[in-house]
């Protein structure tokens, strides 16, 4: 019933910079929370960063002070600036919904790879 989709992921050096962005279309309401999670294979689905729709963040402790995440709830866009790329954030990231009273809604996912 929503569907997310996203773009921006790409290949680039250490230190370099990369933009994703998301744009969710469907049943979508005010009251809800846009993301990102990342995931490696043979490893667990984590969280990177999180927006509410009233502007709220937060972030993994590995990506502070590098990535910044934000929204345009007239759109309903969801973005990740990533800067300062180290070639630990190499990996499939996917952007997410979590919508009051139901369970997340997730993109089909867009790899990032951050060469040494």
């Known amino acids: 019933q929503v569907r997310l989709v996203e773009s921006g992921g790409g290949l680039v050096q250490a230190g370099g910079s990369l933009r994703l962005s998301c744009a969710a279309s469907?049943?979508?309401?005010?009251?809800?929370?846009m993301g990102w999670y990342r995931q490696v294979p043979g490893k667990q689905r984590d969280l990177v960063a999180a927006?509410?729709?009233?502007?709220?963040?937060n972030y993994a402790d590995s990506v502070k002070g590098r990535f910044t995440i934000s929204r345009d709830n007239d759109k309903n866009t969801v973005n990740l600036q990533m800067n300062s790329l180290k070639p630990e954030d190499t990996a499939v990231y996917y952007c997410?919904?979590?919508?009051?009273?139901?369970?997340?809604?997730w993109g089909q996912g867009t790899q990032v790879t951050v060469s040494s």
């Open positions: 927006i509410t729709s009233g502007g709220s963040t």
């Open positions: 997410y919904i979590h919508r009051f009273g139901y369970t997340r809604d």
């Open positions: 469907g049943s979508i309401f005010s009251t809800d929370v």
